[in-house]
T-cell receptor, first 113, second 109 residues
Framework: DVKVTQSSRYLVKRTGEKVFLECVQD?????MFWYRQDPGLGLRLIYFSYDVKMKEKGDIPEGYSVSREKKERFSLILESASTTQTSMYLC????????????FGEGSRLTVL | GIQVEQSPPDLILQEGANSTLRCNFSDSVNNLQWFHQNPWGQLINLFYIPSGTKQNGRLSATTVATERYSLLYISSSQTTDSGVYFC???????????FGAGTRLFVKA
């Protein structure tokens, strides 16, 4: 079975802190994605990566950056966390073809105080 | 871009009842998935079904790509079926997966 693992299920951070959310997949997938989910707004794509060291902005990249140094790991970075970034963050991966099945991690619920 | 509409937005069932959830999409797609989001927030893969019919236990799904819709059937519903069901699609030439707004299901004991 495909496994996508997110490093933390629940985090509480203070405004201005730097936050790292880690995601690891074990199926040698080329594509990896970070989404955030908020009530009434659905799932919104923050960034995606189609290969090591390659990244593309999604719909809401402002305030975020990403890193993909190894194929299996995709990190989401909040350089200076704000209360507006309190949300559920979901990582996903799939094979290179956009016909591939998308698999999600368990999610990371971030609260910024 | 592709628009994805799910209906109904909310559904309350008595345990044991059957239901049909619908997903309409506005353009041709080359992938379609159904997910169940459990109360803890995790998105669980139910079906990868760009066309045709699949069954897995009490759940089945049908996608009629030429008519741009997919249906998810839940039979003999259980309280553990509660949660939000999402339809998600993608088309050629793009990386993006487009999600519907979801159907929130509550199954009463």
């Amino acid at each position: 079975d495909v496994k996508v693992t997110q490093s933390s299920r629940y985090l509480v951070k203070r405004t201005g802190e730097k936050v790292f959310l880690e995601c690891v997949q074990d199926m040698d997938h080329e594509n990896m994605f970070w989404y955030r989910q908020d009530p009434g707004l659905g799932l919104r794509l923050i960034y995606f990566s189609y290969d090591v060291k390659m990244k593309e902005k999604g719909d809401i990249p402002e305030g975020y950056s990403v890193s993909r140094e190894k194929k299996e790991r995709f990190s989401l970075i909040l350089e200076s966390a704000s209360t507006t970034q309190t949300s559920m963050y979901l990582c996903a991966s799939r094979t290179s073809a956009n016909t591939g099945e998308l698999f999600f991690g368990e999610g990371s619920r971030l609260t910024v105080l | 871009g592709i628009q994805v509409e799910q209906s109904p937005p909310d559904l309350i069932l008595q345990e044991g009842a059957n239901s049909t959830l619908r997903c309409n999409f506005s353009d041709s797609v080359n992938n379609l998935q159904w997910f169940h989001q459990n109360p803890w927030g995790q998105l669980i893969n139910l079906f990868y079904i760009p066309s045709g019919t699949k069954q897995n236990g009490r759940l089945s799904a049908t996608t009629v790509a030429t008519e741009r819709y997919s249906l998810l059937y839940i039979s003999s519903s259980q309280t553990t079926d509660s949660g939000v069901y999402f339809c998600a699609v993608g088309n050629t030439g793009g990386f993006k997966t487009i999600f519907g707004a979801g159907t929130r299901l509550f199954v009463k004991a």
